[in-house]
């Protein structure tokens, strides 16, 4: 009896190069018929036969025949190569994942972009569950490397490390924001230094973009004074709408209010900060089919 799970090196193709030879009972027509040359198709019979230590054809000079062996493999082989195709197409044709996806993500997003995304992604993916974490950039990474989260979504500046793999990219600008009546608004010409003198609400200071201006406000002799302070996106958006301050904050946080007409941008000559929104992973993690599917849920919300 033939045992084909062994510990050698068999690959599909080997299969798929077998059962065509066997049915064309022919090398140099297996060739014609997969694309390879006839010394390719000699090359991987030998080494099936190798592995399975037999003969599976017997040689002829314009043909080829199974041995018993053969005949008995080419069962086998059948049977193999309709198990993976059905396989493939169940993986194609799925849409009902199932298990639980985490996620490590700055609270910006999760506030404001995320629940479009997580709303979508529902809808297509309900039997998937999503574990959210929101932690500071430094955290998020801490957690990916010790595989506390499977994805981390953040906004910074472009990041690269030899562990981490980056499936997604995207530029953001991060905007002074004020209601649409706010004195600035009428100026034509207003530079960082008008901004600072204002109220000021911002995120907290280990927020990216945050420590972006105040490493550049310090550059230009100037600092940054918010009278109030809060991780909390939308809280920050909703104090902006009553005209309590003007905020720094990503363009996608604030993109409904300024359709509206209710937020103006505020833009100083002498300043302007983008971002780039980042999705990754571990090196070492296996992409799974939620991963890809979050993956892409992202990249179709931010890009549209």
């Known amino acids: 009896q033939l045992n084909i799970f062994y510990g050698g090196h068999m690959e599909f193709k080997h299969l798929k190069t077998f059962?065509?030879?066997?049915?064309?009972?022919?090398?140099?027509?297996?060739?014609?018929?997969?694309?390879?040359?006839?010394?390719?198709?000699?090359?991987?019979i030998q080494q099936l036969e190798e592995e399975l230590q037999t003969h599976l054809f017997e040689r002829f000079p314009?043909?080829?025949?199974?041995?018993?062996?053969?005949?008995?493999?080419?069962?086998?082989a059948n049977e193999i190569l309709q198990a993976k195709d059905a396989a493939c197409?169940?993986?194609?044709?799925?849409t009902q994942l199932t298990g639980t996806l985490r996620i490590g993500m700055i609270e910006s997003i999760c506030s404001s972009i995320f629940p479009v995304i997580c709303k979508l992604f529902h809808e297509r993916y309900p039997g998937v569950s999503l574990r959210i974490e929101t932690a500071s950039i430094d955290q998020l990474l801490d957690y990916m490397n010790?595989?506390?989260?499977?994805?981390?979504?953040?906004?910074?500046?472009?990041?690269?490390?030899?562990?981490?793999?980056?499936?997604?990219?995207?530029?953001?600008?991060?905007?002074?924001?004020?209601?649409y009546d706010h004195p600035l608004c009428q100026k034509k010409t207003i530079t960082l230094a008008d901004i600072l003198s204002e109220k000021l609400m911002l995120t907290e200071q280990d927020a990216s973009y945050r420590y972006a201006l105040q490493q550049q406000a310090a550059r230009m002799g100037l600092t940054v004074k918010p009278f109030l302070e809060i991780g909390n996106t939308a809280?920050?958006?909703?104090?902006?709408?009553?005209?309590?301050?003007?905020?720094?904050?990503?363009?996608?946080?604030?993109?409904?209010?300024?359709?509206?007409?209710?937020?103006?941008?505020?833009?100083?000559?002498?300043?302007?900060?983008?971002?780039?929104?980042?999705?990754?992973?571990?090196?070492?993690?296996?992409?799974?089919?939620?991963?890809?599917?979050?993956?892409?849920?992202?990249?179709?919300?931010i890009k549209n």
């Open 89 to 94: 197409n169940a993986m194609k044709t799925q």
């Open 19 to 44: 059962v065509t030879a066997a049915q064309l009972e022919s090398f140099s027509k297996a060739a014609q018929a997969l694309g390879y040359t006839q010394a390719a198709i000699t090359i991987q």
């Open 235 to 301: 809280f920050l958006v909703d104090m902006v709408k009553q005209g309590l301050a003007i905020s720094f904050l990503p363009r996608f946080s604030v993109e409904e209010e300024l359709q509206k007409g209710v937020l103006k941008i505020l833009t100083p000559h002498d300043y302007h900060l983008q971002v780039w929104q980042q999705v990754f992973y571990h090196r070492n993690k296996w992409l799974t089919s939620q991963m890809q599917a979050m993956i892409q849920t992202i990249e179709e919300v």
């Open 62 to 76: 314009r043909h080829v025949s199974l041995t018993a062996q053969g005949e008995l493999f080419l069962l086998h």
């Open 146 to 179: 010790h595989n506390q989260v499977d994805l981390v979504y953040l906004m910074d500046q472009q990041l690269q490390d030899g562990a981490w793999i980056k499936v997604l990219e995207y530029p953001s600008d991060v905007l002074f924001v004020a209601r």
